[in-house]
């Protein structure tokens, strides 16, 4: 499994924006999809964002999209969300996740497509 360490949450006004960070602790980062995924209080952890292991690719939830940009460095192993225009409905703990198979395609917004996750970062967004 791939350690993953997630870092930049904290509080920000509507409007907002901030910038998490993923580091990665594998030699063969490059070969990873990488997805981030939020969790609001009180309710399930639903898919943000995906990056191709090919570093092309990229796709994100309807909710985001316009707003977050997903990017990695496979040089320095590691993968960010940048998110702007943030709402209070983006509020909750975001986690990044790397996928269980190398060079793996297919349905990247799916929990059990991946093996390994961060601790989580919390970003609230205050109105």
């Known amino acids: 499994q791939v350690q993953l360490v997630e870092s930049g949450g904290g509080l920000v006004q509507t409007g907002g924006s901030l910038r998490l960070s993923c580091a990665a602790s594998?030699?063969?980062?490059?070969?990873?999809?990488m997805g981030w995924f939020r969790q609001a209080p009180g309710k399930e952890r639903e898919f943000v964002a995906y990056i191709s292991w090919s570093n092309g690719p990229t796709y994100y939830a309807d909710s985001v999209k316009g707003r977050f940009t997903i990017s990695r460095d496979n040089a320095k192993s590691t993968v960010d969300l940048r998110m702007n225009s943030l709402k209070p409905e983006d509020t909750g703990v975001y986690y990044c996740a790397a996928r269980a198979r190398p060079f793996a395609g297919g349905n990247y917004r799916t929990e059990d497509e991946y093996a390994s996750w961060g601790q989580g970062t919390q970003v609230t967004v205050s109105s």
């Open positions: 594998t030699r063969t980062f490059s070969s990873y999809g």
